[in-house]
């Protein structure tokens, strides 16, 4: 399929007119929305030098929260959420990004490059799917944000 390239400007409108979420650009699989069992997405990263504040992948859906995951670039290191540290030094090159969510379980794994970076408990059950792009923080993004992507697959053990 090709590199998927997604970008934003921070000045760029919502996706809708009566939303008040900031500029987004990102692929959703539509039809794959989970509720158990252990899932994981897999796709090929780049971030190119300058994209800061910007959600490049998350698992939407939580009980009581939108996500329960995001995975942010600030200035080329990879936060959880715009917290904890997963990984240093992205810009500019390709990475493999591995997230498995065990929802029986509760947890969330994150690997970089078959490299386990970051293991948290999810937030809680709810109706999840995987997302990857990019997406507007709410403060101290970059003017230009831009994520590409590429051989994503989603896999399962139900």
Known sequence: MGVHRMWVYADDKPHEPTSFTQPRTE?????????????????????????????????????????????????????????????????????RLNIIHDVDGGTVTVFIDGEQKFHTKDRGPGVFNFKCGVYAALSNISYYMESRWRDIKIYTIL
Do not use: C
Request: glycine residues 12%; charged residues 15%.
């Open 27 to 95: 692929i959703r699989i539509m039809w794959l929305d989970y509720t158990s069992g252990v899932w994981q997405f897999e796709g090929y990263g780049f971030v190119p030098n300058g994209t800061s504040a910007a959600t490049i992948a998350q698992i939407h859906g939580a009980e009581h929260h939108s996500s329960t995951v995001i995975l942010r670039m600030y200035n080329g290191d990879l936060r959880y959420y715009g917290g904890n540290l997963v990984a240093q030094n992205l810009y500019d090159k390709w990475f």
